[in-house]
């Protein structure tokens, strides 16, 4: 009986020997990522959010401008409401409502497409990295990998984002200019 647990102990250690696991990469069922960092540490993420960035700066632009015009132009009106019949100034005025309204709607439009925007890019950036990914997996043995936010307690040697955003570089990145 020692004999065949002395074979079977020689066996598994002799198949774990065998089994060389990558450098840096844990031999662990359960990896554990963190996304927002995928996106905001790698060359391509920090180039998604750089364009983004610009893309929401020229809209908040956009709108402090609109905003500034539309105060003068109230302003204007305001200045005029002595001088004008009631009549034409409740017409200047509600059209200058209707105007406020289009604009209000054409820029909350503007802001909806840049969110949906950020979406897609983000879930692309998940499809281009995920065959990276699913190597590390591979290269661990694991069985699943979860987002760091859906975890309570975690072992750092656990987490491989550093490692996820080095392949992610050397596979997608272009060098930062």
Known sequence: ?????????????????????????????????????????SRPGRRILAELDAQRDALVSENERIEQELTDEERRLTEQ?????????????????TKVTAIRTAQDEKARV???SAEQRQQ????AVRPILAQIMVEAGADVMIERGTTILVDDNVIITDLA?????????????
């Open 81 to 97: 409401r002595a001088q004008l019949p009631a009549e034409e100034f409740r017409a200047l005025a509600e059209a200058f409502d």
């Open 1 to 41: 009986m020692l004999r065949l647990l002395t074979l079977c102990a020689a066996l598994v250690l002799g198949q774990a020997a065998l089994a060389q696991p990558a450098a840096g990469v844990p031999q662990v069922p359960v990896l554990v990522i963190e996304f927002d960092r995928l996106i905001s540490d």
């Open 114 to 116: 840049l969110t949906t």
């Open 124 to 127: 692309r950036f998940l499809e």
């Open 165 to 177: 955003i080095q392949r992610i570089d050397a596979a997608l990145g272009q060098p930062d200019e």
